[in-house]
């Protein structure tokens, strides 16, 4: 019955629209009323998940809340904002009340931790399961890092661990019991911290989503720049390291969805950084350097230079 199907829906989301920061009006009218804080600029951001495109049919609903919510607020991180506020559209095939009370458990999980508040939805019901969930923060005016603004010079520095997603991915098709793997695809952890440690430092900043060679491209391209990256560098997990080097080298440069930071920071605040992110829980690797032109390339253990080509990117 659509009257209780509605219900349903509005117990499971209920509690996500409690506490929020700058709300002035809620869930229940025909839009929020929010405030942003004085001298903050409002940030904004959606993605869309459906099943069959980006994920499989019978995918358990607490992943999905975790990759949603995970990919949408790591856009967040990327340019140093903090967040605040969710709206959520659903197109459900059912209202089936485990699923909802599985994926909203999940949702409040994450949002909890950063007073984050569900302040508007939608549900329809529809053939395909699909997800949208749009993120809002805010960061202090002129202060949000963007894509555009590296030099020749700055050095480029990743957070935590790259190619974990892509051999996580791997457990999964291969039947793997590797649960570390296995979670860091499911379940990203949007680097918010590291987003807001960096702010005052970092010239230019991407979170990683279709890998670090593809997004470090984004940089490049919007700033007008090159870049020169050291494979040897790159920060792998001791999981990883249990795959071929070969293959963690690819995964690691090539394979998308692990959600950390991508960022470069001035020679000149390399030392103010390094030592402001000294306690900083999620390490950031120094990779590689930007340079005035010459494309993306890589450093070989030789010295020699190799240029990656745009395609080289798009590995998958
Ligand atoms: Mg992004």
Redesign the pocket.
Known sequence: MALSEFDLIARYFAPLGQNGRGVSLGIGDDCAILDVPPGQQLLV?IDTLVEGVHFLPGTAADNLAYRVAG?CL??LA?MGAEPAWITLALTLPEAEELWLKSFSGALAEILDPWNICLVGGDTTRGKQLTISLQVHGWAPKGKALTRNGAQSGDLIYVSGTLGDSAAGLDQLQQKGDNQYLIDRFYRPTPRIETGLAIRSFASAA??I?DGLLA?LGHILERSQVGAVVDPAKLPLSAALKSYPAEQTLDWALRGGEDFELAFTVPPQQQQAFESALKDHLVPCTQVGQITKDGGLQLQQPDGSLTACTKDGYRHF
């Open positions: 951001s990919a790591s856009d990327a991407i979170d989503s997004d």
